[in-house]
């Protein structure tokens, strides 16, 4: 599908949503994007989880599922109130909490696991972040407020200062990562980096002999991190608590049920997103010891204290619990 098409499609989705406002317990809307990093929220679809839970709080809940682009197009969702569950990277959501600070006052809801993201080239020349010049276009779900575009920043802040953190910012451009990944992979177009998520970035290595890893996530944060997270507003957990339980609850069955049947949640994300992917590459990724599926976020402080030094924050955060409601699912957090 062309990136116009796709923009197009996300766009009638989020305009379709917008016709039907939020109401109070048994029903939720929530805005995916592409990917393995996904899969909770796969399993979660396929296994109608949280319709389960939601008996179990004595609701029937209706789950709406809508496919959006970028962190941008997620919270302009969200604040307009198309969606109630925003599915995005860490730096969206702290870009959206320090903004509705006092108002809508956004929060994360949960993790969906660590996942390194690697940042793919296809040029020989390019082996760090400091041989990009201006004949590398990197792609990225959305420029600036992405979590990839985030954890660049803050690979260019450690590699030329803090001063600099936006110096690597002019290189990028927003792509969905499946046009991203058929860019490197064909490797006829100005694209020739991505920095990606599974199974996009496993792809890539695998199809195109050139494409290499420049720079992995977990380097960038000193260790796995929750590079994607669910949030939402404060109103909608106030209004629908019940329905937020069996949210939260459905997510913590779906990461039990991934690593215990690593199989059979590769069968459900082909089957939600109508996937043709290898599934041998599949699950690869998903039992990959550096991924780990849980609820719980883990290692975000760090990049939310740089967001604040660097002046993309103007609220400094005490701790992680300061952008994250908190519950039972979530309290071995970090």
């Known amino acids: 599908m062309k990136l116009l098409n796709k923009a197009a499609c996300a766009l009638a989705c989020a305009a379709a949503l917008a016709c039907n406002p939020a109401r109070a317990e048994g029903r939720i809307r929530i805005a995916e994007q592409f990917g393995i990093v996904y899969l909770l929220l796969n399993v979660a679809q396929d296994q109608k989880l949280i319709e389960k839970h939601g008996r179990k709080q004595g609701v029937e809940i209706d789950v709406d599922w809508v496919k959006l682009s970028g962190g941008a197009a997620i919270n302009d969702a969200l604040l307009s109130g198309s969606i109630d569950i925003a599915s995005a990277g860490i730096g969206p959501l702290l870009t959206v909490w320090d903004r509705t600070a006092g108002k809508q006052n956004v929060k994360g809801v949960a993790s969906l696991g660590n996942f390194p993201y690697y940042l793919i080239s296809t040029n020989p020349n390019v082996k760090t972040i400091a041989d990009l010049s201006e004949k590398d276009r990197i792609a990225l779900p959305a420029v600036t407020v992405s979590v990839q575009a985030r954890i660049l920043q803050m690979a260019a802040a450690k590699q030329w200062g ?123 990724v998903i039992k990959n010891p550096k991924v780990q599926f849980q609820v719980a ?35 071995s957090g970090s």
């Open 297 to 331: 976020p883990q290692n975000t402080f760090g990049l939310a204290q740089f967001l604040f030094q660097a002046g993309a924050l103007k609220k400094q955060p005490a701790s992680w619990r300061d952008y994250f409601f908190q519950s039972p699912a979530v309290a």
């Open 162 to 284: 803090t001063a600099e953190f936006k110096k690597l910012d002019r290189l990028t451009q927003a792509l969905p990562h499946p046009d991203a990944a058929a860019a490197i992979i064909a490797g006829q177009t100005e694209i020739n980096a991505h920095f990606a998520t599974p199974p996009y970035q496993e792809q890539e290595l695998a199809a195109n002999p050139k494409a290499h890893i420049v720079l992995d996530s977990y380097e960038v944060l000193g260790g796995p991190g929750s590079s994607t997270v669910l949030y939402a507003t404060e109103k909608y957990l106030k209004d629908n608590p019940k329905t937020y339980r069996a949210f939260v609850d459905a997510l913590a069955e779906a990461a039990q049920f991934i690593s215990a049947s690593p199989e059979a949640a590769a069968d459900a994300y082909v089957r939600v997103n109508k996937s043709s992917i290898d599934r041998a590459l599949l699950l690869k």
